[in-house]
């Protein structure tokens, strides 16, 4: 069954001198059935990182549809967009987006204050997503004292704990060393065995080999896609940085 359905979405960008216009995307199409783990890849300025903010509902489409579990992100109205938001989706950003006056604990916890979650229902939460994340000993610690691993994996526990519909992720890895963005990708891959359904915007053909599915995307539109099937992780990382190189030639789908 289908969570997310993203029906012909056109961004139309228009500049305030001279009325020129810029289309950022134009007429993806595609769907994410519930529990499934997708990918999305493309080169630079390709509309990948729009996608995502349209999805998220932080950006608005000029066109299309985006519906998420049955609703239209058009018929909510602008003042509900934020509780929507904290009830359905879960945000992991490159740059962590971590809050410097506020410990450990109180940065995984701000959604849950933000919708007004009683103290004891926190800390319930609270203790088996940070056992599971290796967060419990930093708990009282502040961002500037954790290395860049733990701040996020302190993002992932805030995005998870409000047990969120989708999980969004923009370059997760991108900020973090070799071993730290390692050790982030398995515990993607554990949340997503857990029935966590996830979409990941990454340059990384390592990131993205963890997916059960990739969408390439070129020049704001939806160029091709793989799907992993029975493929080992090596394999289907081979077959990444294949479609990225007929990608950057401009070649026709190798699906």
Known sequence: MELLQVQNIKKVYTARLGGKQFTAL????????????????????????TLLNIIASLDKHTAGEVILEGRSLKTIKDRELSAFRRENLGFV???????????????????????????????????????????????????YEVSGGEKQRTAVARAIITRPKLILADEPTGMLDSKAAANLLRIFAEIHLGGQTLLLVTHSSMAASHASRVLFIKDGELFSQLYRGADTQKQFFDRIVSNLSVLSNGGVDIG
């Not at 134009?26 to 990182?49: C, D, H, L, W």
């Open 26 to 49: 134009n007429s993806v199409s595609f769907q994410v059935a519930r529990g499934e783990y997708v990918a999305i890849m493309g080169p630079s300025g390709s509309g990948k990182t």
């Open 93 to 143: 950003f490159q740059d962590f987006n971590l809050l410097d006056t506020f410990s450990i604990r109180d940065n995984i916890l701000l959604p849950l204050v933000l919708s007004n979650t009683k103290v004891p229902e926190m800390e319930e939460r609270l203790k088996p997503v940070a056992e599971s994340l290796g967060l419990t000993a930093l708990l009282d610690k502040f961002p």
